[in-house]
């Protein structure tokens, strides 16, 4: 497409404003509808030629759902009034997530990796996060409680189990992500998944399972036998 061509110069049932009137907004492609979102183009750029390299610098729809104001506006043609409307979007999409999560039940390791994944799969290093549970399995408080490569001299039980203790749990699910993309367990995963384990039975509050997410799968600690 002519990067210099308007929106008013394209066929009307091409258009995206048309186009998801008339089809519905499945129909439409990533960079339709991020440029349904932002209007404009630039001077130089169409909106829907915009929208196609700005998706291509931050490599996808992971990319723009992590990117920070200042990330946004080094992108040539996004200014200050873009770069908030593409953080709204964001934002109103990752409260959804939550709120459609908040009665979250788990019952097999995969229901981890699903309320996990969209959060951690585009980070470039290491989270902990502490998923809490009732008697019924159903999640009553999720928490990232370190961030970094993880190993036993940052990862304290104590901190795990205060937390676990605010929320009255009655079991946990720890979870960390490998930004490498292989989930296989290292053998400071295993240390603090079995310090943790210890550390529950004499609490009185019992580790279920622990998950590490990479790239597109995961790995359930509990299922390889460590627990």
Not at 23 to 40: C, F, H, I, K, Q
Not at 155 to 184: Q, Y
């Amino acid at each position: 497409m002519n990067n210099n061509l308007k929106i008013i110069d394209i066929p009307q049932n091409e258009r995206p404003r048309e186009k998801i009137i008339k089809y519905g907004p499945d129909s439409l492609s990533n960079v339709e509808l991020l440029a349904l979102l932002l209007r404009t183009g630039t001077s130089s750029e169409n909106v829907i030629t915009l929208s196609s390299r700005i998706l291509k610098e931050v490599h996808g729809l992971n990319g723009l759902f992590s990117a920070s104001a200042e990330e946004l506006m080094c992108i040539k043609g996004v200014k200050e009034a873009k770069a908030t409307q593409i953080l709204a979007l964001c934002e109103i999409f990752k409260r959804f997530r939550s709120f459609e999560k908040s009665e979250y039940k788990i019952s097999s390791p995969k229901d981890v990796a699903e309320l996990l994944t969209d959060e951690v799969r585009s980070l470039e290093q290491e989270v902990f996060i502490l998923i809490m549970l009732n008697t019924k399995n159903v999640v009553i408080g999720k928490k990232e409680l370190f961030k970094g490569t993880l190993n036993s001299s940052v990862v304290h039980p104590r901190e795990v189990f205060k937390e676990a203790l605010k929320k009255s749990a009655n079991s946990i699910i720890i979870s960390h992500n490998h930004p490498s993309g292989d989930p296989t367990p290292s053998k400071e995963d295993v240390n603090i998944t079995l310090r943790i384990k210890e550390c529950g039975k004499l609490i009185g509050i019992d580790l279920i399972d622990h998950i590490i997410i990479g790239n597109n799968k995961f790995i359930s600690m509990k299922e390889k036998g460590i627990l």
